[in-house]
T-cell receptor, first 108, second 114 residues
Framework: EDQVTQSPEALRLQEGESSSLNCSYT??????LFWYRQDPGKGPEFLFT???AGEEKEKERLKATLTKKESFLHITAPKPEDSATYLC?????????FGTGTRLQVTL | GAGVSQSPRYKVAKRGQDVALRCDPI?????LFWYQQALGQGPEFLTY????????KSGLPSDRFFAERPEGSVSTLKIQRTQQEDSAVYLC????????????FGPGTRLLVL
């Protein structure tokens, strides 16, 4: 059975304090790994898609990387507006399988 | 441009009532997905359409849940005889062709069954 585990469950950072979120997965044939951001009361907002080990993508203060067993979302010098839940999902077949997310809070 | 829209945004139902949740995907998107998200959890897959064909309904939790997309555009998720455990946010997503492309999500419908 496909499984996605995200850690930590919650993370509190001060503004400017860089860190990484982890997404480890077991899946029979990975076709893609997705990162989404979700704000309270809203639907997930697409951030990145990674398709193969070694791939990296960047957007503003976020950088996503992928290995054969896990993905990292690196946040460099975060700002309070980066506070959200970050969801990782794998694409093995016809549907996305999500992790439970990491709730990130960035304080001044 | 217009994204995925869902209505209603909030729905309160009495236990035993039937409810219908609507999803308008991004124009031209072939694939449409429904997910259920419980509080503090990630979305869980319910069902998937490609045009009007329902290709996967393995995530529907019981035969009280039914989804349709008769003209390959708007979709409706219907829940019959609602139970308290049906309380959740129901998310709709669409993608351009197959599911491998990025899925774009709507804002969700928050269902509360009393």
């Amino acid at each position: 059975e496909d499984q996605v585990t995200q850690s930590p469950e919650a993370l509190r950072l001060q503004e400017g304090e860089s860190s990484s979120l982890n997404c480890s997965y077991t899946v029979s044939g990975l076709r893609g790994l997705f990162w989404y951001r979700q704000d309270p009361g809203k639907g997930p907002e697409f951030l990145f898609t990674l398709y193969s080990a070694g791939e990296e993508k960047e957007k503003e203060r976020l950088k996503a990387t992928l290995t054969k067993k896990e993905s990292f979302l690196h946040i460099t010098a975060p700002k309070p507006e980066d506070s959200a839940t970050y969801l990782c999902a794998v694409w093995p077949a016809s549907k996305l399988t999500f992790g439970t997310g990491t709730r990130l809070q960035v304080t001044l | 441009g217009a994204g995925v829209s869902q209505s209603p945004r909030y729905k309160v139902a009495k236990r035993g009532q039937d409810v219908a949740l609507r999803c308008d995907p991004i124009s031209g998107h072939v694939s449409l997905f429904w997910y259920q998200q419980a509080l503090g959890q990630g979305p869980e897959f319910l069902t998937y359409f490609q045009n009007e064909a329902q290709l996967d309904k393995s995530g529907l939790p019981s035969d009280r849940f039914f989804a349709e997309r008769p003209e390959g555009s708007v979709s409706t998720l219907k829940i019959q005889r609602t139970q308290q455990e049906d309380s959740a946010v129901y998310l709709c997503a669409s993608s351009l062709v197959s599911g491998k492309e990025t899925q774009y999500f709507g804002p969700g419908t928050r269902l509360l069954v009393l």
